[in-house]
């Protein structure tokens, strides 16, 4: 009887340890263990939705500065963001010792220079969308530079462009027209349900998707570049000569077009200076986490964008998307993680991550280049030559 007894409060107490009660300190602890291994098991993952969550802060932060009066021209904008990149590209560098600091490397210097060109029109396109545009239409139009990449890599680069890509480029087109809603279609704009900002026609409406457009080829640009320079050059080079030549594009338009410098106010300065380090750190996070993650899973993590850009635009500007909008923006989307999806399935003779992550983000898509693994990095030596 007492061996009886015994052995049932021994099972007991297996039991009790093993499964500890809700409320005890036991609970909390295996509770926080378990947290911790499933934050450490999708640290990539986090890490790239953080980064999209960083990049639509950004976008969020230039339509709210666009509001502000007196106006700062876009010239301006893009002026500053990119002189806060590249001080602390050059910083960066410098500290790390990378060398080739202020040109890069030879031999891909007229890359870098295409790459940074490309940079500068996709984020002047996406600043001046966002003037007339909703920042999930805005956002989602970006969405289109995977498909106008594949046609680009298949007419530069000789890579192989399929019949479903090519599918997908025209539901995407459908989307873009959904988005767009040009009047010779839809007729007038004066519904009770829209997303556009107050006192938008449709003819900004329509000037500020042309203008998204230009962005994405300015974004088709700067990915092919990418993928032709692969890893000869050190990514942060990549990032230098994006703000470098819109440094130099900008300071030039606002000379030929005698635009006014606008000493901002302390808030407009403040949002200045959040959109510049707002897109640094996105980059940071974007780089971290495709360093952690696999090419699908950090496709996946990197379309949230859409989902922070619709939270953003309900939280600080109050409005909902359209069911127009919507429908265009699945269209965008799902065709878009088609082409990533598909594209992941081929072999990839590049040693860049970029060749199998089409990355989109209004703010960090001008900014790609971070994304080597670090399993790569390990076997790369004077940016090119591998061991």
Same mark, same amino acid.
């Given at each position: 009887?007492?061996?009886?007894?015994?052995?049932?409060?021994?099972?007991?107490?297996?039991?009790?340890? @093993?499964?500890?009660?809700?409320?005890?300190?036991?609970?909390?602890?295996?509770?926080?263990?378990?947290?911790?291994?499933?934050? =450490?098991?999708?640290?990539?993952? +986090?890490?790239?939705?953080?980064?999209?969550?960083?990049?639509?802060?950004?976008?969020?932060?230039?339509?709210?500065? $666009?509001?502000?009066?007196?106006?700062?021209?876009?010239?301006?904008?893009?002026?500053?963001?990119?002189?806060?990149?590249?001080?602390?590209?050059?910083?960066?560098?410098?500290?790390?010792? /990378?060398?080739?600091?202020?040109?890069?490397?030879?031999?891909?210097?007229?890359?870098?220079?295409?790459?940074?060109?490309?940079?500068?029109?996709?984020?002047?396109?996406?600043?001046?969308? %966002? =003037?007339?545009?909703?920042?999930?239409?805005?956002?989602? +139009?970006?969405?289109?530079?995977?498909?106008?990449?594949?046609?680009?890599?298949?007419?530069?680069?000789?890579? =192989?462009?399929?019949?479903?890509?090519?599918?997908?480029?025209?539901?995407?087109?459908?989307?873009?027209? +959904?988005?767009? =809603?040009?009047?010779?279609?839809?007729?007038?704009?004066?519904?009770?349900?829209?997303?556009?900002?107050?006192?938008?026609?449709?003819? @900004?409406?329509?000037?500020?998707?042309?203008?998204?457009?230009?962005?994405?080829?300015?974004?088709?640009?700067?990915?092919?570049?990418?993928?032709?320079?692969?890893?000869?050059? $050190?990514?942060? $080079?990549?990032?230098?000569?994006?703000?470098?030549?819109?440094?130099?594009?900008?300071? +030039?338009?606002?000379?030929?077009?005698?635009?006014?410098?606008?000493?901002?106010?302390?808030?407009?300065?403040?949002? %200045?200076?959040?959109?510049?380090?707002?897109?640094?750190?996105? @980059?940071?996070?974007?780089?971290?986490?495709?360093?952690?993650?696999?090419?699908?899973?950090?496709?996946?993590?990197?379309?949230?964008?859409?989902?922070?850009?619709? /939270?953003?635009?309900?939280?600080?500007? $109050?409005?909902?998307?359209?069911?127009?909008?919507?429908?265009?923006?699945?269209?965008?989307?799902?065709?878009?993680?088609?082409?990533?999806?598909?594209?992941?399935?081929?072999?990839?003779?590049?040693?860049? /991550?970029?060749?199998?992550?089409?990355?989109?983000?209004?703010?960090?898509?001008?900014?790609?280049?971070?994304?080597?693994?670090?399993?790569?990095?390990?076997?790369?030596?004077?940016?090119?030559?591998?061991?």
């Amino acid at each position: 009887m007492a061996s009886e007894l015994k052995s049932k409060s021994s099972a007991s107490a297996i039991s009790t340890s @093993q499964y500890p009660q809700v409320g005890k300190p036991g609970s909390v602890s295996v509770a926080f263990s378990e947290a911790k291994d499933v934050g =450490r098991r999708n640290a990539g993952l +986090l890490l790239v939705v953080a980064s999209q969550a960083f990049f639509s802060m950004m976008t969020t932060t230039v339509k709210v500065l $666009h509001g502000i009066d007196p106006p700062i021209s876009t010239f301006q904008l893009v002026w500053v963001r990119s002189v806060i990149t590249y001080a602390c590209c050059l910083a960066y560098i410098y500290l790390a010792k /990378i060398p080739n600091p202020l040109l890069g490397p030879k031999g891909v210097r007229l890359l870098l220079l295409c790459r940074g060109m490309g940079g500068f029109v996709a984020f002047f396109g996406s600043c001046s969308a %966002l =003037r007339y545009l909703s920042l999930s239409d805005a956002t989602v +139009l970006t969405f289109l530079a995977p498909m106008t990449t594949a046609v680009a890599g298949s007419v530069f680069l000789e890579e =192989r462009f399929t019949v479903g890509e090519a599918l997908a480029g025209v539901i995407s087109l459908g989307g873009v027209v +959904l988005i767009a =809603r040009p009047t010779a279609i839809f007729g007038s704009h004066d519904l009770p349900e829209t997303s556009d900002p107050e006192g938008v026609t449709p003819a @900004q409406r329509l000037l500020a998707v042309g203008a998204a457009l230009i962005g994405v080829l300015g974004l088709t640009l700067t990915y092919t570049m990418i993928r032709a320079i692969g890893k000869r050059a $050190h990514a942060m $080079h990549t990032m230098m000569y994006f703000a470098m030549s819109s440094i130099l594009c900008t300071s +030039l338009s606002m000379l030929v077009s005698k635009t006014q410098f606008i000493m901002p106010s302390g808030e407009a300065l403040t949002l %200045l200076f959040m959109i510049g380090f707002f897109g640094f750190f996105g @980059q940071i996070l974007l780089t971290m986490g495709i360093q952690r993650e696999t090419a699908s899973r950090g496709t996946m993590a990197i379309y949230t964008l859409v989902v922070w850009a619709m /939270i953003f635009e309900r939280v600080v500007f $109050h409005t909902v998307p359209t069911r127009l909008s919507v429908i265009g923006t699945l269209l965008i989307v799902c065709s878009a993680i088609y082409i990533a999806l598909t594209k992941q399935k081929e072999p990839v003779a590049s040693l860049s /991550i970029i060749d199998t992550i089409p990355s989109v983000s209004t703010g960090g898509v001008m900014e790609e280049g971070l994304l080597s693994s670090s399993e790569d990095a390990s076997k790369i030596t004077n940016y090119g030559s591998t061991r």
